[in-house]
């Protein structure tokens, strides 16, 4: 019913520059909460950051002046410009959809993207 995709992951020198982009499609009219989350390797899946329908955005302290989250909500669509790449930074980069409504007015359950690769070399 609702498909989220990811891309722009890829590999990049330390001190480099990527893009990533997620977009939600199907029989949905708004979704409130857009966000990002990273698993490393043997580690727990964690927030990096997120941004609400009404401009609001948080970020994990790790990203904070490195990483802006933001958002196309006519095209439920979210990205994450990431500067400043650190090899603590690789990860595989998920998009999550919260609190998506279907075109019959219905609440959602949170959707999740398969993921991007982020490989930060040293």
Request: hydrophobic share 35%; aromatic share 10%.
């Amino acid at each position: 019913q609702v498909r989220v995709v990811e891309s722009g992951g890829g590999l990049v020198q330390a001190g480099g520059s990527l893009r990533l982009s997620c977009a939600a499609s199907g029989s949905i009219i708004s979704i409130i909460t857009m966000g990002w989350y990273r698993q490393a390797p043997g580690k727990q899946r964690e927030l990096v950051a997120t941004a609400t329908s009404d401009g609001s955005t948080n970020y994990a302290d790790s990203v904070k002046g490195r990483f802006t989250i933001s958002r196309d909500n006519a095209k439920n669509t979210v990205y994450l410009q990431m500067n400043s790449l650190k090899p603590e930074d690789t990860a595989v980069y998920y998009c999550k959809a919260q609190g998506a409504r279907s075109s019959l007015g219905w609440y959602l359950p949170d959707y999740w993207g398969q993921g991007t690769q982020v490989t930060v070399s040293a």
